[in-house]
T-cell receptor, first 112, second 113 residues
Framework: KNQVEQSPQSLIILEGKNCTLQ??????????LRWYKQDTGRGPVSLTI?????NTKSNGRYTATLDADTKQSSLHITASQLSDSASYIC???????????FGAGTRLAVHP | NAGVTQTPKFRVLKTGQSMTLLCAQD?????MYWYRQDPGMGLRLIHY???????AKGEVPDGYNVSRLKKQNFLLGLESAAPSQTSVYFC????????????FGPGTRLLVL
């Protein structure tokens, strides 16, 4: 079954600290993986999109990694800010099924 | 350039009532999508369109209908609302297939009593 699982479900960190969010997937065939940030009451906004051949991709303080062999991805946030408080959603696109499979998201709260 | 907009932002319906959610995009995207987002679950695809005049079913299409009469607009209709349709609805668009980045609207929060 094609699934995307994210951990932890929720996370609280202090401003200025780093954190890493995890995404494991069982989607096959795999085409690409993307991370979205969703602020409360808003729609998701794309952070990164990675294909099979890409191991790391950065977008400012956000760095995504992909291990296609173990079917794992992580999103690392450096020097967190209050504005990083949001849900982070991992999404895998299966080219074979022409379908996006969404994870349930990790809710991050950054406290001062 | 407003991107993707949705109306209304919030709506309360009684069971059995009907309503239409409007999505508009100004990026000249061919593909448009309707998703629902429920607590603890990933976004689920309701219907999508690959171009003006075309629509197709997604993962959870029952109870919903859609129309794409103009390239920039994608309408989602609920003919007879049920409490199970209480959710947040997101519209998205992409230039090409779902393989490419999708741009989401701000969402419509729907409560069915």
């Amino acid at each position: 079954k094609n699934q995307v699982e994210q951990s932890p479900q929720s996370l609280i960190i202090l401003e200025g600290k780093n954190c890493t969010l995890q995404c494991n997937y069982t989607v096959s065939p795999f085409s690409n993986l993307r991370w979205y940030k969703q602020d409360t009451g808003r729609g998701p906004v794309s952070l990164t999109i990675m294909t099979f051949s890409e191991n790391t991709k950065s977008n400012g303080r956000y760095t995504a990694t992909l291990d296609a062999d173990t079917k794992q991805s992580s999103l690392h946030i450096t020097a967190s800010q209050l504005s990083d408080s949001a849900s982070y959603i991992c999404v895998v696109f299966s080219g074979g099924y022409n379908k996006l499979i969404f994870g349930a998201g990790t809710r991050l709260a950054v406290h001062p | 350039n407003a991107g993707v907009t949705q109306t209304p932002k919030f709506r309360v319906l009684k069971t059995g009532q009907s309503m239409t959610l409007l999505c508009a995009q100004d990026m000249n995207h061919e593909y448009m999508y309707w998703y629902r987002q429920d607590p603890g679950m990933g976004l689920r695809l309701i219907h999508y369109s690959v171009g003006e005049g075309t629509t197709a079913k997604g993962e959870v299409p029952d109870g919903y209908n859609v129309s794409r009469l103009k390239k920039q607009n994608f309408l989602l209709g609920l003919e007879s609302a049920a409490p199970s349709q209480t959710s947040v609805y997101f519209c998205a668009s992409s230039y090409g297939t779902a393989k490419e980045t999708q741009y989401f609207g701000p969402g419509t929060r729907l409560l069915v009593l």
